[in-house]
């Protein structure tokens, strides 16, 4: 009977306790200019895993802090955190941290560290939402992350010269990342993958950045959807990655000598699906690019739509639209190896009298006038001129000098609805 | 006519020595690597190679100065003279003249990791730095013949 009693307050005791513990826990930390703790730097201290800290409004300038715990830190008002152009602002070394609703600006240029307003290393899980970053030298960085979600941020940057900014959301080493629904303007690449793998890149707007918007350097099994690329150095570029699936993107507005709306670089059976190529110098330059497969793209005004080199292999291109474009398909070579069919080309004046939808006379799509700029780039200037026009004609009729294997079958009579 | 003769040849050789290569400004942003195509952005890790006509091709990295001549894009009787920047004060200096430092710290463009440096001294300091190896031009040729397998 006594020693029921004490049990049971010791019971008792123990529960009240154990609540007490879970109370401190979920009772978050504030900080802000009119609170009692003003610093940040001590706040993080302060905090145990599993902490979450409410920051109000104001300006830190306590860069570069160091997370080395799970915490949530959330952002009221959206705090400004500075790193007073010289110093990194952010560093996270714990999985799973939550950091939404900032502001950070002025992360300082550096030539030897890359100085960055978030900094991911080693770490699995994380959120990063909902934050502006704005003038920053890095973005967002992330390195040999795992599993790391990047959503709703606005990532601004007025770099002038590309030296004196780097990339807005740069990943290195890392899988399984989510980048979605975010803006990035006016930094060197917009999105900078290397070294990633099984990724999604989805409905970003990037525009302005000095490189690319997109970049993928050795980067297999990833995907972009629904993104939009305007007025890049050039939209997209994606190089030494295999299996990529891009689909439902716009590339617009890509223009500059060496500006493309894609760029295609050692690249093996990957899909480009869907997307919207509309008034770029070129929409996509393929190099290296085997067994890939353009269907149902739009290709609308754009200086070349397809250029495809010499060393590119067994790619099929088929049912796409090509509208309006000065030249439809332009290539280094007579010979090629990959294979064009039912396309709706504008430039097609052919006839369809089976009533199959799709015209009895093939179509040549390269150009002769093409292979002449090929030779010598001076001859552009004759591109309008009606001896080019009927140059053209005679080649399409008999080809003699553009490359005979590249020829569409089946060209479609009408656009395909896209 | 002796003298005009003379002086025709002399300025005439004054000429063609003043038509010696030179290296030329490389157009950050705008333009393209002649090896990977990637647009050149980064100025410290950018470099160079002139041929004797007085052509010039311009890379994003080392490294890729280095892929375009062993892979024999061109004549190797053609080149006049390869060019990289000294990493810590971007000045520009004779590739064989220049030590490197390969180093996972310092990521160049093409990720193979190289940074070049004009004093060998500059170079060490930097590898107390950032750790890594210091390599010669040579070196950086077969490391990069090897590597990219071209």
Partial sequence: ?418 | MKTILLLLTFGTLVFLYGCEPERQDIFYGEEECTHCNMIISEPKFSSQLLTNKGKYYNFDSIECLAGFITSKSLPTEDIHSAWVISFNSENWVLAQDAHYLKSGNLQSPMSLNLSAYSNLEVAKEYQRNYTGEILSWNDIQNFVHKEWNN
């Fill in chain 1, 1 to 418: 009977m006594y020693t029921f009693s004490i049990n049971k307050t010791w019971f008792a005791f123990l529960g009240f306790s154990l609540v007490l513990i879970r109370l401190s826990f979920a009772q978050p930390i504030f900080v802000g200019p009119d609170q009692e703790l003003t610093s940040l730097k001590m706040a993080i201290e302060q905090a145990s895993d599993g902490d979450t800290i409410i920051v109000k409004g104001g300006t830190y300038r306590e860069s570069p802090l160091f997370i080395d715990k799970d915490i949530v830190l959330l952002g009221y008002d959206q705090p400004e955190i500075d790193g007073e152009s010289k110093h990194q602002i952010l560093f996270v070394k714990t999985d799973h941290v939550v950091i939404n609703g900032f502001l950070f600006s002025n992360a300082g240029l550096s030539h030897t560290s890359d100085n960055a307003a978030i900094r991911l290393d080693g770490v699995k899980g994380g959120e990063i939402r909902n934050n502006t970053l704005n003038n920053n030298f890095f973005g967002i960085y992330l390195a040999r992350t795992e599993g790391v979600q990047i959503i709703d941020n606005t990532i601004r940057s007025n770099a002038q010269r590309e030296s004196t900014s780097a990339n807005g959301i740069h990943l290195w080493n890392s899988k399984e990342i989510l980048v979605s629904n975010n803006q990035v303007i006016g930094h060197r690449d917009g999105i900078y993958l290397e070294n990633v793998d099984n990724s999604e890149v989805t409905n970003n707007f990037t525009e302005g950045n000095l490189r690319y918007g997109l970049h993928f350097m050795f980067s297999n099994d990833c995907l972009y959807l629904e993104n939009t690329f305007s007025k890049n150095g050039a939209g997209v570029a994606v190089m030494y990655s295999d299996r990529v699936l891009m689909g439902n993107n716009r590339f617009v507005n890509n223009w500059g000598s060496s500006s493309y709306g894609l760029l295609l670089k050692d690249i093996n059976e990957s899909k480009i699906y869907n997307n919207h190529f509309e008034n770029n110098t070129t929409a996509i330059r393929m190099e290296g690019t085997n067994r890939t497969v353009i269907k149902n793209n739009r290709f609308i005004r754009n200086g070349s739509a397809v250029r495809i080199m010499a060393n590119s292999i067994n790619n099929r291109i088929e049912q796409n639209n090509f509208i309006d474009n000065s030249f439809d398909v332009s290539t280094n070579s007579r010979r090629t190896n990959s294979s064009f069919r039912q396309n709706y080309w504008s430039s097609y004046t052919g006839y369809d009298l089976t009533g199959d939808g799709f015209g009895d006379v093939p179509f040549h799509p390269v150009r002769l006038f093409s292979l002449l700029i090929e030779r010598n780039e001076n001859a552009m200037i004759l591109m309008r001129s009606l001896f080019v026009d009927i140059l053209d004609i005679a080649e399409r009729v008999f080809p003699v000098l553009t490359p005979e294997a590249l020829v569409d079958e089946q060209p479609r009579m009408r656009e395909w609805k896209l």
